[in-house]
């Protein structure tokens, strides 16, 4: 077994090395490839696996990966062997793609693709009836990752196509991925679009519903220096026909929406959405607890409310699948407390609209003491942030361990040039939360968050894991 686990490991450090990720290496470095045909080609050397899943397409700046994973534990809840693709990973790559099971089917993945293949004429599966509906009080079922030795055969395979079509991390694993969700025949997909939207590679795929959530300034230099221009990207993931659910309606988006729409539109905050009115009751046994959650919800119950129009979902179900949505998909670095002794908070919300809304929420706890670890990549707008830090906290600025990291001293100096004080640069991010935890040793009313980056919540949660 120590051998087959070195040479996945070998295989996967060489796959990050040779095709390098946007998230990891930046944009400089060659990872960000736009253009939809080598995708395409891949999907078509797959066997065009996307055909035989019926799939939903959730794009947005903030709050996809949340959306996502509600959908995926509502629809696995209500009986549908559901598949998830999210991006980034926080500790194990094969947190991309999970298998999310119906109650009371079998859990199990297979650990090797099969030779099936899927002709290019071949339609959706069909599907008319969930396998089994979930009772209203059960034992939560973990998702499934992909098998480490599914993803090393699966290089193995294809790794001489990857070299000669240059293909990119990303897709790379979206291929992957819908290889792997049709060969274990799941029900329904929830793809969640990696960057923007209209050059996604995950952008080959033709949903049952496409939704878009949160539009805000990020990823600029691709994406446009405007709100309406980043949403037209966003909005690149409208099919012909396909209903499109987007989050809120507001005077500086709608008309692109508008303008993109191939289909029925549907902005969330408009109308209330099926189980709206039981909304209040989720809300306050959800296990994702940021308030932003409320959004996200409104969106989500949206979404399945388009799609029961063809495929039966149960209210209690759904319900279920709501509230225990982090547990069953496995989501983590989402407003989650790691540490109840001492209080700890980690969250991935990396750009100013995301943190508008987390620093109000730490406001409004009121803790007796508050200390913030805080770093971030060089290409976000922390002048625009600075001002949205709590006042009164106490700052840890940290590096995580990526060339894209703004240094930490950097971090200070600008800090400091706003005005500001309290706070210290520390260089690595274990070192940063060590720091923060003995700061606020023997105080019940204290709160640690650690935040600003996907990267700095990663390195942090190998801590609390051991922990």
Request: hydrophobic share 45%; charged share 25%; aromatic share 8%.
């Amino acid at each position: 077994m120590a051998l087959l686990e070195d040479a996945y490991e070998a295989l996967l450090g060489e796959i990050f090395t040779r095709f390098p990720s946007v998230q990891k290496d930046g944009f400089s470095s060659g990872a960000y490839k736009p253009g939809l045909e080598r995708m395409y080609a891949f999907n078509e050397a797959l066997g065009r696996p996307d055909r035989a899943l019926h799939l939903v397409h959730v794009a947005g700046t903030n709050g996809k990966g949340s959306v996502s994973s509600l959908l995926a534990s509502a629809l696995s809840s209500s009986g549908y062997r559901t598949g998830l693709y999210t991006s980034p990973h926080l500790v194990d790559f094969r947190e991309r793609m999970k298998i999310v099971a119906a109650e009371g089917t079998d859990t199990s993945v297979r650990y090797a693709p099969s030779e099936l293949s899927f002709p290019s004429k071949l339609g959706p599966l069909p599907l008319t009836r969930p396998r089994a509906a979930m009772p209203s009080e059960v034992s939560v079922p973990s998702a499934a990752m992909v098998p480490k030795e599914y993803v090393y055969d699966f290089l193995m395979r294809w790794g001489g196509y990857f070299r000669e079509m240059d293909l990119s991390f990303f897709e790379i694993t979206t291929g992957m991925a819908l290889r792997w969700f049709a060969d274990e025949g799941v029900d329904f997909a929830v793809m969640e679009v990696g960057l923007g939207g209209r050059l996604d590679s995950t952008n080959i795929i033709v949903p049952e519903v496409s939704v878009v959530t949160g539009i805000g300034l990020d990823h600029m230099a691709l994406l446009g220096d405007t709100r309406p221009e980043i949403a037209a990207e966003k909005a690149g993931i409208f099919k012909d026909g396909v209903p499109a659910v987007v989050a809120s309606r507001d005077e500086e988006t709608e008309s692109v929406f508008r303008a993109a729409a191939k289909g029925e539109l549907i902005f969330a905050d408009e109308a209330e959405p099926w189980l709206w009115d039981r909304a209040e009751e989720m809300l306050v046994s959800m296990d994702l607890q940021a308030k932003v959650q409320r959004k996200n919800l409104r969106t989500a119950l949206w979404a399945l409310d388009v799609l029961r129009r063809k495929y039966p979902l149960d209210g209690d179900a759904v319900r279920d699948g709501i509230v225990h949505a982090a547990s069953r998909t496995g989501l983590h670095g989402r407003w989650e407390m790691v540490s109840r002794d001492p209080r700890v908070i980690m969250d991935i919300g990396h750009n100013a609209d995301a943190l508008r809304h987390n620093f109000s929420q730490l406001r409004e706890m009121a803790p007796s003491r508050l200390v913030i670890v805080y770093g971030i990549m060089a290409d976000k707008d922390l002048d625009a942030i600075i001002p949205l830090m709590p006042s009164g906290a106490e700052y840890i600025f940290t590096t995580p361990s990526t060339p894209r990291a703004l240094p930490s001293e950097d971090i200070l100096r600008r800090f400091e040039a706003a005005g500001r004080n309290g706070a210290v640069s520390v260089p690595s991010v274990r070192e940063a939360v060590l720091r923060a935890l003995s700061t606020v040793s023997g105080d019940p009313d204290a709160l640690v968050y650690i935040g600003g980056s996907t990267f700095v919540v990663s390195e942090a949660a190998s801590i609390f894991e051991n922990k």
